[in-house]
């Protein structure tokens, strides 16, 4: 074969040539000692090719073929500058097009969608489409499913419904049939993506998992190719490569001089066929970061074709993912593998506490999102045909699903001061921009919202955007109540427009707003709140200098020395909350240096300096405020409101108060740390995607997991089932019990070591060598707060109770104005919009629907069991009849659709599935 005269590539100056990369990547070496020592134990190729090798008979399963699958692998800014990257996809691309149709034996996968977005954004020849898709139809080359390589830990759960969207949008234009996903260069993945893939007809997942840190699933090497089984029962097929997206490079060696690569894929072979892999053909990946697709031509093809030419057995065939599953399936049948259920994810997602204010702003968007296509999708269903800004929509989920892929800003190897600064911008505008855009899509509906209401006078509408009643406080200001017209008098009462009670106001300490509870506001539904005039405005709180406040529930008392909470007494259940005996105090501030948070799991207080406490009483809430003199936290509120039992905490940190992190120490990691008196025999939940996770039974073993990643809560047992509710906004990562990653993750005390900082200040530059930056987050404030709520019961755990309580908190009651009288189609002063029967099922957004839909007419409501519970069959109502409805698949798949009663809507749901439902308005036509 002759050789193709190729340029350069890129994987040598980034992965061999960089000195600054050689440099982080021992110190990286140095740092991760001890978890490198424990793996290098294993002595195989595969990492058990210690034991003895089995003895031969003639019913042993050999193997037969190895498909060698190229790709690119997708590092959003790794290691190639944004700006630099999206030209790229245009080259690779062409590249692989040309190479394809010049070589008979020459595949290519398309490892991630965004890749072929880029492609396409930059294509202008429909003849280069056209060669493309001629390719995809001809198998030669094969798209995969995922949007890109996620932190799934990370995910919102309407995110994760929508992470195949993109992919479908070729399905339907190209009339592709994408059956395989790729999870590359992450330790593993959430237990929510068997459902996510399964539902949209996605039926293999090729993990290439990166284990160089710890992670490696404990499974034996005859189940590296394996039916995963997700939370709700849903199945995948699924094939890992343990030595990640890489190993056709540096583990099989296929582009080395021939008898290296002869040995190494020989080696591999005893490796699988001496510890009982079953099947007669094994799957290699090989590619690089951000590299090109030239990389298996040349020596690698001519390898290949001599090792065949030298062997029967096995053959290796470069091929696509498709290839492989399609051939194991046909020789084994869809049920010829074991079953393994379980979690994988959680130890890289720790890299986002770098980016406080990202993170926080992604995880609003997460939540907000939803909320405004919610009540988007029920205006349309009372007013079909009005504008429903769907493009806007879909654009902020994908750059939701950008923030979440594993590369992120900051950190990246071989790029130069001002790549690395340029990244960061990158990242922090798309971040900004779709918390903005969600943000403003709620306002407006809940406008339009208020114009939809029945009223007979000027209101204040308080809306409830989640599926089941809640009482909670709500604020508005001096300037918003000016806009109900003859309110401005000199006194004036709030009164609830449906019992004609009045609520009790409370005004703010500055006198420019008030909050007040709003009680059993419904389901996805509104309150409406008068006023009238009285003899006095709402007065501010008495402050006192004192160290303790209560409500109904609670008791809370401080260390007026300290800062420290040192008592909650659950007043109902008669139960102390905070362990006193705990190494450190309650809500107190705790930080470790990269290798011992990592490694060794030692930490060390943080001062907390001078401290003044002050105390707020009022009808409405009391709250009590710890100001900090030189403590990172330089400011703590604790609120307790009234006739609710929770208590709330809001942590302010400031960015230059926490300690400087050089080359050496390269991060400080920060927790705050709550040791709850629960006992020792105690079981602790975690809230993933889709369902509350157990770290001692619901982790695949040999995973990493001992930093756990929390949606909205966490939940704490003891023995006797009384425990406590923990929410968590704008942090999301939680060690617990000690704070080594390498840690099998069993919990050993009920102490939460929330991870709310990682200040790193440098890294390593291509042009200037090690470089202290200033942010990694131009543009964004220095000040972080951190808000948590804490409940708790008795009676054991309550999934869908410990559900409501942390989503609720996550997306606070909405405030809108009604300025005067008005008809409206929603009846006053009350009403649900979406109204579920039962507790443990809730709606994650009603949307006009995306595909399949093309008068626009088509709504899509989505639901998901939250309770665990076997069988829950619902009743939903709408404030709009239904001509039909039917079961979709989670893509909003019509293919296989399953006609569901109507008016009211009716379904069964079994435990932690989601549904998606496609409806269809009376007032409009058609099916």
Known sequence: MMKPTLPVSRRYRYAVSSAPVLAAWLFCLILFTPLLAESAGDAGILGQAARAPLPKTPDDDELRYIYVVPLSHLDIGFNIAVSDLIPLQKQFLDDAITY??????????????????QWLAQTDDPQQVTRLRALLDQGKVELMANYANMHQGLMGPEEFNRALYPARVYEDAW???????????????????????????????????????????DIPVSDYLFNWQGVDGSQVLTWVSVKGYDEGIFSWRFTWDYPDMAAATQNFIDAYENNGYPYDAVMALIGFDNDAPDLILGDGLENIAQWNQEHTWPQIIVGTPTDFFNHVRQEYGDDGFTTHSGDWSGLWESNNTRYPVSTAQNRSTQNVLPAAETLAGVRLGLHPGVPYAQGLMSRTYRDLLVQDEHSGPSVGFGLTAAEIEANNQWYFDRSSRAQQIADSLLRRELVSLALDIATDQPALVVYNGLSWPRSDLVGFTSAQLAQIVGTLAAGWKLIDLETGQQVPVQGTRDGLGFFFLAQNVPAFGYRLYGLQGGPTPPAAPQTLALDEIENDA???????????????????????????????????????????????????????????????????????????????????????????????????????RTAFADRFIFTWWYYAVMPFALGDNFTGRFQGPNGWLNPQVDWIP??????????????????????????????????????????????????????????????????????????????????YTYNFAITSSAGGFDAAAAAQFSDGYNLPLRLAIIRQPQPGVLPGPVGSLIAISEPNVAALTLKQADFENPDGADLILRLQEVGGQPQTTVTISLPFSLAWAELNGMGEQRAEAVPLPVNPLQL????????????????????
């Open 100 to 117: 394809a149709e010049q070589y008979p034996d020459y595949r290519w996968t398309i490892e991630s969608v965004w890749q072929l977005d």
């Open 175 to 217: 009339n592709l049939n994408l059956e395989t996903a790729i999870s590359d260069d992450v330790p593993g993945s959430s237990w929510a993506l068997p459902q996510a893939l399964a539902k949209n007809g996605v039926r293999n997942l090729v993990a290439g998992i990166e284990t160089a840190f710890g992670g490696k699933p």
């Open 554 to 656: 609670y008791r809370l008392v401080v260390n007026a020395e300290t800062g420290a909470i040192t008592s909650i007494y659950d007043k109902l259940n008669t139960r102390e909350l905070i362990d006193a005996t705990a190494p450190v105090g309650f809500n107190q501030l705790v930080r470790a240096d990269q290798g011992n948070a990592v490694v060794w799991g030692y930490w060390q207080l943080v001062p907390p300096g001078d401290v003044a406490v002050t105390t707020e009483i009022g009808p409405v809430q009391s709250q009590l405020t710890i100001v900090r003199s030189t403590s990172p936290i330089s400011q703590t509120i604790i609120t307790l409101p009234a006739n609710l039992a929770r208590v709330e905490i809001r942590n302010t940190l400031d960015h230059d």
């Open 702 to 783: 040999g995973t990493g997991h001992n930093s756990r990643v929390i949606r909205h809560g966490s939940d704490l047992r003891a023995a006797d089932g009384f425990g406590v509710t923990v929410a968590n906004r704008e942090s999301y990562l939680a060690a617990f019990g000690s704070l080594a990653w390498w840690n099998a993750g069993e919990p050993v005390d009920p102490i939460l070591f929330h991870n709310i900082f990682a200040r790193q200040d440098g890294f390593n530059t291509e042009d200037q060598g090690w470089v202290n930056f200033p942010t990694w987050e131009p543009g964004a404030p220095r000040t």
């Open 908 to 927: 069964t749901l079994g435990a932690h599935e989601t549904v998606t439902i496609r409806l269809r308005p009376a007032a409009t036509s058609g099916h």
